[in-house]
């Protein structure tokens, strides 16, 4: 591959950025639905449509939380063929990253489980099931974000852990 040297435009920072700022705004995007859905199911906000103003926000930050977390996969599959004859022969190296790959199956299936209970919040909804609809909701924003928040952070440290091998 060409190298390609101009300024502060190197191809090879490119991966590593996309991947630190995919990283960021997962984190910032479930740091912002922890926040914001807590205010919305708590009894300070006094909308009236908070419930459809909590569906709408769901579905628009579920759409980048899915985004963000393919690229961060992408560019960490990318990373791991980049980095795999430097770095195979440390078992140190291999079983963090191989930590990091689990950290990123369990996020996905976290994901896909608050997904479930987000159509199923949806369904609720339509047939005016309130019990059930606000269960769904708490269980996407109050426990399975903040779960997601810390895994999030364990594998930013894994990260980190990672470069300095």
């Keep these: 591959m060409i190298e390609y040297d101009i300024a502060f435009a190197r191809l090879g920072q490119f991966l590593p950025f996309l991947h630190i700022a995919s990283a960021a705004v997962f984190i910032g995007l479930q740091l912002g639905l922890l926040i914001f859905g807590r205010y919305l199911l708590s009894n300070r906000c006094k909308s009236t449509d908070k419930v459809f103003l909590t569906i709408r926000f769901l579905r628009q930050f579920g759409i980048f939380l899915i985004i963000s977390l393919f690229v961060i996969a992408a560019s960490s599959f990318l990373f791991s063929n980049q980095d795999a004859s430097l770095r195979s022969a440390d078992p140190m190296a291999t079983a963090i990253l191989a930590t990091k790959w689990t950290l990123w199956l369990f ?6 489980y608050m997904f479930y209970h987000y159509k199923k919040a949806l ?5 005016r099931e309130k ?6 909701l708490v269980v996407i924003i ?6 997601n928040l810390i895994v999030s952070f364990i594998a930013v440290y894994l990260g980190v852990a990672y470069k300095d091998f």
Excluded: C
Excluded at 123 to 127: C, D, E, G, H, S
Excluded at 131 to 136: A, G, M, R, V
Excluded at 142 to 147: A, D, E, M, N, V
């Design 142 to 147: 109050i426990y399975f974000t903040p779960l």
């Design 107 to 112: 996020l996905t299936l976290n994901l896909s």
């Design 131 to 136: 019990i059930t609809l606000h269960e769904s």
């Design 123 to 127: 369904a609720a909804l339509k047939i």
